[in-house]
């Protein structure tokens, strides 16, 4: 279900929360990946998704350019200076205000990311890129983890196939994201979005019907690496491997750590046992023989250190749930 949305989970958590997790402790995730091939890694932050589009509707049918260009509002042309408005050449995003609840950096996270094991020209070579907007490992790492986001992704309804066509569409869809971070409220960021865009609409005197929506809207979600159950992954991590974990966040959404933290109250924990190398959701997605063999045996390390702190778990208070 999680490609499709997970449609409905959350109404069923909420139903049926005390028969599914009524003798649940604590909720471990692996669902993501090291950020190297070799050294191992714990999650303790995702950014979310809000998806959007943005319809610019002119006349009821397409038209010739022949006949009607230059004397009429072309519905493509302002969704082009729409979308233009979102995100700057830096990767900046335009719309006022959505930065303003971001957390501001702290030095005891700065100093988690200089230890981090990132092959930046590896990461580089993997994307097929010749140059990325930062050129250090950390304001990467930062950009890519714990600030926000714009992608813009396609439009529907423009004249998308091979050769030339002089058409004039009646109306296009344009449609992109904002991954957004820890204490960005989606109610927030939707009104931002639509403020933003019809005061640029506005601008432009046009006749056409301009339509904002978010139909799809998936939270941030963080947790706290001082946290005795983060400890006591990492101690298991380090009687396995040898060596302390990267702590790291993805980039990417995984919305079920977020729901399944605020609805049943328990602790959630992201433990990949991945490298960086596995392909995650490509035709070839694997896991080494290397990665399934120390990953069985570290979580078998993880159950005996939660053991041990079985009492000091139920004694601190329920996880605080963040935006």
């Given at each position: 279900?999680?490609?499709?949305?997970?449609?409905?989970?959350?109404?069923?958590?909420?139903?049926?929360?005390?028969?599914?997790?009524?003798?649940?402790?604590?909720?471990?995730?692996?669902?993501?990946?090291?950020?190297?091939?070799?050294?191992?890694?714990?999650?303790?932050?995702?950014?979310?998704?809000?998806?959007?589009?943005?319809?610019?509707?002119?006349g009821d049918k397409d038209l010739h350019s022949g006949t009607f260009g230059g004397i009429i509002?072309?519905?493509?042309?302002?969704?082009?200076?729409?979308?233009?408005?979102?995100?700057?050449?830096?990767?900046?995003?335009?719309?006022?205000?959505?930065?303003?609840?971001?957390?501001?950096?702290t030095e005891e996270e700065r100093k988690l990311y200089e230890s981090i094991e990132y092959d930046l020209e590896e990461h580089k070579n993997n994307s097929?890129?010749?140059?990325?907007?930062?050129?250090?490992?950390?304001?990467?790492?930062?950009?890519?983890?714990?600030?926000?986001?714009?992608?813009?992704?396609?439009?529907?309804?423009a004249f998308h196939e091979p050769g030339i066509k002089t058409v004039i569409p009646a109306k296009v869809t344009g449609k992109f994201s904002i991954r957004q971070v820890p204490y960005m409220d989606l109610a927030v960021v939707k009104q931002q979005v639509e403020e933003h865009l019809k005061n640029v609409f506005s601008k432009r005197n046009s006749p056409n019907k301009l339509k904002v929506s978010m139909p799809l809207g998936a939270k941030p979600w963080v947790a706290d690496v001082n946290d005795p159950l983060y400890k006591a992954a990492r101690r298991a991590i380090k009687t396995v491997f040898g060596e302390d974990p990267d702590f790291i966040r993805d980039g990417s959404t995984i919305p079920i750590a977020r729901l399944f933290q605020t609805i049943t109250q328990k602790?959630?924990?992201?433990?990949?046992?991945?490298?960086?190398?596995?392909?995650?959701?490509s035709q070839n997605e694997k896991i080494s023989r290397y990665n399934y063999i120390e990953g069985t045996k570290v979580f078998a390390a993880f159950f005996l250190e939660i053991s041990k702190l079985r009492g000091q778990l139920h004694e601190t208070s329920s996880p605080e749930t963040k935006n």
């Amino acid at each position: 279900m999680e490609e499709a949305g997970s449609l409905g989970l959350e109404k069923l958590l909420e139903e049926k929360k005390q028969c599914f997790f009524s003798d649940v402790d604590y909720i471990v995730i692996s669902d993501n990946l090291w950020l190297s091939k070799k050294k191992p890694a714990l999650t303790y932050g995702t950014r979310g998704n809000a998806c959007f589009f943005v319809e610019v509707e002119g006349g009821d049918k397409d038209l010739h350019s022949g006949t009607f260009g230059g004397i009429i509002h072309e519905p493509l042309t302002d969704l082009v200076a729409l979308l233009d408005s979102l995100v700057d050449p830096t990767g900046h995003i335009q719309i006022p205000g959505i930065y303003d609840s971001v957390a501001a950096l702290t030095e005891e996270e700065r100093k988690l990311y200089e230890s981090i094991e990132y092959d930046l020209e590896e990461h580089k070579n993997n994307s097929g890129v010749k140059k990325f907007l930062y050129s250090t490992k950390e304001e990467i790492l930062l950009h890519l983890w714990r600030y926000p986001s714009l992608s813009i992704h396609g439009i529907e309804g423009a004249f998308h196939e091979p050769g030339i066509k002089t058409v004039i569409p009646a109306k296009v869809t344009g449609k992109f994201s904002i991954r957004q971070v820890p204490y960005m409220d989606l109610a927030v960021v939707k009104q931002q979005v639509e403020e933003h865009l019809k005061n640029v609409f506005s601008k432009r005197n046009s006749p056409n019907k301009l339509k904002v929506s978010m139909p799809l809207g998936a939270k941030p979600w963080v947790a706290d690496v001082n946290d005795p159950l983060y400890k006591a992954a990492r101690r298991a991590i380090k009687t396995v491997f040898g060596e302390d974990p990267d702590f790291i966040r993805d980039g990417s959404t995984i919305p079920i750590a977020r729901l399944f933290q605020t609805i049943t109250q328990k602790r959630v924990i992201m433990f990949p046992i991945g490298a960086a190398d596995a392909g995650e959701h490509s035709q070839n997605e694997k896991i080494s023989r290397y990665n399934y063999i120390e990953g069985t045996k570290v979580f078998a390390a993880f159950f005996l250190e939660i053991s041990k702190l079985r009492g000091q778990l139920h004694e601190t208070s329920s996880p605080e749930t963040k935006n």
